[in-house]
């Protein structure tokens, strides 16, 4: 074992704590490094790969899981919300929040209850690659497996990056 392997995350202790069954993947992480950039160097499909977005609706933190290779249309989110306006939460905001460095945000074992949506298309996936926790690191998992554990609303509010 590793000593990547070896470390613990609070994400990792909320998986092992509800019995989830999860593979560890590294990656040479890059600061402004995109999912096609991780995606690549795992050698897996961007589309399992699962963003985890912080962003504010009114000014209240909330965050969305969304497939790596698409965006979440803040549009769609703040008609489904019932907001008038969703930012983006900056780095800080973000790792006050969420008690992660900006990078390595999981939506497992964030320090503060916040809301959560997933597309609900992730669900057709067999299995998806969340953040463990921590820069460079992702947790290979059932999706339902994220459900169960978050409990998230499920959405239809992705869009294509093109878009």
Request: some cysteine; hydrophobic content about 40%.
């Amino acid at each position: 074992m590793t000593e990547e392997a070896s470390s613990v995350t609070p994400a990792v202790e909320i998986l092992r704590a509800a019995g989830v069954t999860f593979t560890d993947h590294f990656y040479p992480y890059e600061k402004g490094g995109s999912t096609e950039v991780c995606a690549r160097e795992l050698n897996i499909d961007e589309h399992a790969l699962v963003k985890t977005i912080l962003l504010e609706a009114d000014g209240n933190p909330f965050i969305v899981l969304m497939h790596g290779d698409m965006r979440a249309s803040t549009k769609e989110l703040a008609r489904i919300i019932g907001a008038k306006i969703i930012t983006p939460c900056l780095p800080d905001k973000a790792e006050q929040y969420s008690g992660y460095q900006a990078g390595g945000i999981s939506p497992f074992g964030i320090h503060v209850e916040i809301p959560v949506y997933m597309e609900e298309t992730i669900l057709n996936l067999r299995k998806v690659y969340i953040n463990g926790g921590k820069r460079g690191y992702l947790v290979g998992m059932d999706p339902y497996e994220a459900v169960r554990i978050l409990r998230p609303t499920l959405v239809k509010a992705g869009a294509s990056r093109a878009a």
